[in-house]
């Protein structure tokens, strides 16, 4: 199995897409960008669900649903929005095919739509088209509502989970009585983006608002969260937008306030999508295969059964059920998010120890417990864990009698050492660079930094003089972007390494995803 | 708030009409045919979610997800499905806008799509055409696959839940190596969904196969389960369909069996929707407002702190928040999915108590308790069930010290007391018409039946000769079709009450949403 892996360090895109396939997360559909999510990589996606879904009801929202069809003329009231989706844009014109003897299925001419449809890119403007009826006074605010559901951006170079033409996701679209209010909703859902990033994803990530020329058609300001991926670029992995009034202005949202005069109200909206799973993918996986942290993975552990007969077996198997049965009796609680230990017992005798192991390698299962007739003659069994491969990660002579406990515990350690072995190789990585020439060495042409064993890029800390027309320069020559503006990065003032002119701040630029 | 709600007496459609309103499930939208589900009633359907996946995922399916766009080449494959769906299709024909200064947002005509797109009516044609790359040996079988999605069927008209032309679904699809396992697997998953409908909706039903006139296109056959609404007209509640190889031949989906002998693969699809809260509101709810089953209510009880002024209040209040963190606190169980019981203190002390009750009750929240200084002087509270209204529901002087539990208990009997009423209600009206007049009374003219004060519909056993013709005749002249034959009714043969011909077995008329 994990010889049809490409390293790494030989081709690192490759080594993504086998990874995609090998571990049957996902793959291509007959459908122009559209991917169909496999099984295993639809598990990770249901995990990540119920935790983001955990901490947004913890913060007090509830979830909706809103049609999946936007009438044109709803884009067409927010300029910014308009203009930002419309070369994406998924159009419904007619609602009825024809099938006619002798003829082929076709499209019903007559059956035309007064007003194309499109497929919803992101839903701000049905939504807030549905607001104005439910907003009227101040006690009707704050609105605190999420969606799950697809979306549809046309785009023309798609890469399995991290750009795809259909992709899922959750939408948090909030009304608020005030700015500041909106403006703390803002910032809090950020901050549950890294957490859940962090401590679900074990994935580190920087927090900040993104430039002007990044940030969300029809926001006033975009805050994000930044991954690194194994090979130094960058992945957005969730955005939350002060959206201001432009969409109460748009659809016409106002309500009394508390002294009875007419306000417009102000807006939120948020969102992750299954982006996320490519970020899980590209932070953790090595080149034997897929590594999910514990809180994410659809099975925890893997119990192999061995012998060469079907005496040897018995015992082996007999042992592997009871300690199954002890790790999914184990109490609940939130590390798991209240559901059992997930247990598989492996069954393929007819092949070879090494292969099962490499296919549970390949996967990404957390811990593979190893059961065979000289174990059992000690009582004890060996614990492999899959995010140190190989001998240095694997305990022989766990007694059985305690091994549920020990599996459990290692569960969370897995969970803490992803994290931090994550966060040591972004911070190693995070660099300054205070002359153009130091910038200019860190951005090496694409093809070069392609190459195969070529070193992962870095993030770098630069002064800019804080104008779009500077970003767009540094894009085109160094195809490097401003990623963030670092809520906990260093606030000094300084000059733009790029146009002299006055900086206030060091920002992080980076290529990315 | 409870006098908007019409009686069901007064006008059946209204009052159904007022309950999704008032209880604040769902709203129609500005797009034709799709409407927006609100919080409360999206609550519903996640609690729906949780219990369904759970039973799909415990005989042994997964979840995946596949595109929302099927080219239009794959529906035309299987005949049966096109002609089906022909006419309820929304297509996409192009893929992007145009927004040019001066000129309104339009379709871009150089952006027509080679191939039109139509969404998802339902995935049978992608899956399968996806499930060809995924099989080849009957090592690669059965495949036990599910889908949470969103899907699309352009009806004229449409009635919130009960008919929209979006709706929220879930689809199984499965793949097998011999008939007999695939239609095993249509038989469990009817019987999955009958489990379902009565130990979570808490609303019996009649499980059995479709005749050949109702089956779903595509089907060798269809099993169903049909419910009674209070009206007595029925509602298909959830459908599982043996599909043969019908799907395997249109797709090409073969694989080599145990003799290495080429075989086509047999399938099964198998769904129910958001329609299932249509059928929850009319199988419970009266005319005070929403009832729902505890094992599917967002909130299970509200606490209700009573007190004219602060001092007599802050004793309640305690006493509530000491209530609610006791019933947070009791241990997790299957019954409520291992999530914690849900509770509410409500604190609209500037509103009457009958208000706040009337509120509550209109929300359909299974259980109320009110605190008083009253109740705080004899440490006792007062708990009101909302399947009973009216004092005879309540009972005072329920000791605070054991209140909690009392609530735990409270919340299993009303799930079953509102299954024993709802199924009650239906058996009494399941009837025999033995000849065509005993028939033809059951079934007076619609509008007639739809009169104030009209006695609630039944169900009708009769035996019926057999064909497609006297099927479409009987439904042209009383408005009433063939739910279902039910494997549980009675099996006798006889003579067709509508043409004389030898009949096999008796079958369920009934009108139907």
Known sequence: MADVITTRAKNYS????????????ADNSDVRGCMVIKPTGYAIWEKMQRA??????????????????????FLAKEEQMAEGFAKECAVVTHYRLKAEHGKPLHVDPTAELEEPLIIRPTSETIIWNTYKKWVQSYRDLPLLINQWCNVVRWEMRTRLFLRTAEFLWQEGHTAHASAQEAEAETLQMVRVYQKFAEEWMAMPVLVGPKTDGQKFPGAVYTLCIEAMMQDGKALQAGTSHFLGQNFAKAFDVTFKDKENKEEFAWATSWGVSTRLIGGLIMTHSDDNGLVVPPRLAATHVVIVPLGKNDAERAPSIAAAEKLA?????LPRDDFFGYEPISVKIDA????????????????????????????????????????????EGKQFGVPLVSAADHVAKLLRDIQSALYNRAKAFRDSRIVTANTLDEFKALFPEREEAKEAGAEPLKFVYAHWDGTKETEDRVQKEYAATIRCLPFDGPQEAGTCIFTGKPSTRRVIFARAY
Chains 1, 2 share one sequence.
């Not at 007090?60 to 044109?72: D, K, S």
């Open 325 to 329: 049965a002890e790790l999914r009796a």
């Open 348 to 391: 393929m005798f007819d092949k070879q120890p090494g292969f099962r192991y490499a296919e549970y390698e390949v996967r990404g299962v957390p811990v593979r417990v190893e059961i065979g007739p000289k174990d059992i003659e000690k009582l004890a069994c060996a614990v492999a864990r899959r995010d140190v491969p190989g001998k």
């Open 52 to 73: 983001l879904d955990g901490l947004f009801k913890s913060t007090g929202h509830v979830n909706a649903y809103f049609p999946l069809f936007i009438p044109m003329s």
């Open 14 to 25: 490759q080594w993504y897409l086998d990874i995609v396939k090998e571990a049957g997360l």
